[in-house]
Antibody, heavy 121, light 110 residues
Framework: QIHLVQSGAEVRKPGASVKVSCKTS????????FAWVRQAPGQGLEWLGW????????NYEQSFQGRITMTTDTSANTAYLELKSLRSDDTAIYYC??????????????WGQGTLVIVSS | QSALTQPASVSGSLGQSITISCIGT?????????VSWYQQHPGKAPKLLIY???ERPSGVSNRFSGSKSGNTASLTISGLQAEDEADYYC??????????FGVGTKLTVL
C-alpha cells in the first residue's frame, strides 16, 4: 500500500521559517515527483510548486519565488518543503501529493494527511 | 495568475445528476488536456477523481465523468449519493510548468 505521511503541526512567529516533511512508502520513490499544495482556513487549494525526485528539478508558483524550497532525500524516501519569511497569511494546511514526473501531469494521485502551519506572534 | 472559475455551490437530489463547470482560458484548459478533478470531504485530504480531462483512476466510481469544450472543463456526477456531498476542485496545467486550481464548488445533496 502507498502511504504519504507528513510531519506534525507547527507554530511559528512572523519572519521565521518552517520545514515540512513527507515520508513515503509502498512504491519506488524516484519513479514519481511531488507537488505541494496548501489550503488556508476555509479557503480553496493553492498549488505551490513541484519537485522531480529523479533530477531534483523544481518549479515554483511565481509568488513564492525566493522564499520557498522543495527538496527530496531519496535515501529516506522523503520530500521536504521549506518556507521562509513567514507571514500570517501563510497559515494553512500544507499537503504533499504524488504526481507522475511527466511535465504536464496534474493528476496528484496520493496525498499526505496535511500539516497545519500556524503563523502568529 | 487567477484561479479557474467554478460555481460556488451546486445542489441536487439523491439519484439525480449534476454538472460542475471549470472555466479557464486559451492558455490553460483551452490548449491542454491536462485537467484533473478532486473531491474533498471536510477535514480530509483531496481525492483524485478524474485526470487528463476524461480518465478515471482505478477505484473511482464510474458515476464520475469528465469532459471539456473550449476553455471549459466539466465534471458530471450521476446517480447522486449522500456521500457525494463534498467540495470539488478542478486544476489545469498552464503551459509555463505551473498548475492552477479552481476556486472550488460545494456540492449539497438534498
Amino acid at each position: 500500500q502507498i502511504h504519504l505521511v507528513q510531519s506534525g503541526a507547527e507554530v511559528r512567529k512572523p519572519g521565521a521559517s518552517v520545514k515540512v516533511s513527507c515520508k513515503t512508502s509502498g512504491y519506488t520513490f524516484t519513479t514519481y515527483s511531488f507537488a505541494w499544495v496548501r489550503q488556508a482556513p476555509g479557503q480553496g487549494l493553492e498549488w505551490l510548486g513541484w519537485v522531480n525526485t529523479h533530477n531534483d528539478n523544481t518549479n515554483y508558483e511565481q509568488s513564492f519565488q525566493g522564499r520557498i524550497t522543495m527538496t527530496t532525500d531519496t535515501s529516506a524516501n522523503t520530500a521536504y518543503l521549506e518556507l521562509k519569511s513567514l507571514r500570517s497569511d501563510d497559515t494553512a494546511i500544507y499537503y504533499c501529493a504524488r504526481k507522475p514526473s511527466f511535465w504536464g501531469a496534474t493528476n496528484f494521485d496520493y496525498w499526505g494527511q496535511g500539516t497545519l502551519v500556524i503563523v502568529s506572534s | 495568475q487567477s484561479a479557474l472559475t467554478q460555481p460556488a455551490s451546486v445542489s441536487g437530489s439523491l439519484g439525480q445528476s449534476i454538472t460542475i463547470s471549470c472555466i479557464g482560458t486559451s492558455s490553460d484548459i483551452g490548449i491542454y488536456n491536462f485537467v484533473s478533478w478532486y473531491q474533498q470531504h471536510p477535514g480530509k485530504a483531496p481525492k483524485l477523481l478524474i485526470y487528463d480531462v476524461t480518465e478515471r483512476p482505478s477505484g473511482v466510481s464510474n458515476r464520475f465523468s469528465g469532459s471539456k469544450s473550449g476553455n471549459t472543463a466539466s465534471l458530471t456526477i450521476s446517480g447522486l449519493q449522500a456521500e457525494d456531498e463534498a467540495d470539488y476542485y478542478c486544476n489545469s496545467y498552464t503551459g509555463i510548468s505551473t498548475v492552477l486550481f479552481g476556486v472550488g464548488t460545494k456540492l449539497t445533496v438534498l
